[in-house]
């Protein structure tokens, strides 16, 4: 069984697309998003993925997590099953500071920044337009990192920046 363990963030400014080592367009929608439970069908650039989240921990930081991947016209097909919602956006890929070793966020192995957290910085379009949060995989719920000047307010545990959450009620009509 594998447990993710995040943190999210606001976004201060755009400072980090300059640190940033890579970028990825998602598509997103929720098939099931029940409480204690989402299921997930994503599309980054040309790889598609079905993800299957159990419900957060008491701090907000730490779920169960299972993600497999899937064909992309398989995904495609999938989003007709979606309820709400799809989401679109934009993802930064920032090198984080960190004292423990890690695997890339996206699972696709080593390359020269092995070692490292990553911070995923979302840029989200269309009906989110105007949300940027940021979120690092850590190890622990207390493992430290060093937080950039970009980074904001944390919004960890706060269901409203759950993405699931965004498909259902979208950032442009929080008011």
Known sequence: MHIETERKFLVKDESYKAQATESHR?????ICRESGRTVR???????AFL???????ASGMSRFEWE????A???????????????????YI???????????????GSDSQVGQRFFEVDEFHGENDGLVMAEIELGS???????????????TGDRRY???????RPFSEWG
């Open 41 to 47: 069908v994503r599309l980054r650039d040309d790889k």
């Open 162 to 168: 759950y993405n699931s959450m965004l498909s259902a």
């Open 26 to 30: 998602i598509t997103q929608g929720y």
């Open 51 to 57: 993800t299957i989240k159990g419900g957060s921990d």
């Open 141 to 155: 719920e207390t493992e430290s990192f060093e937080k950039p000047d970009w980074l904001g307010a944390e919004v």
């Open 68 to 71: 497999k991947e899937i064909p």
């Open 94 to 108: 920032v090198p984080a500071r960190s004292a423990t070793k890690a695997a890339r966020p996206d699972n696709t």
């Open 73 to 91: 016209e398989d995904a495609r097909d999938l989003f007709m099953l979606c309820q709400g919602g799809i989401i679109d956006k934009t993802r």
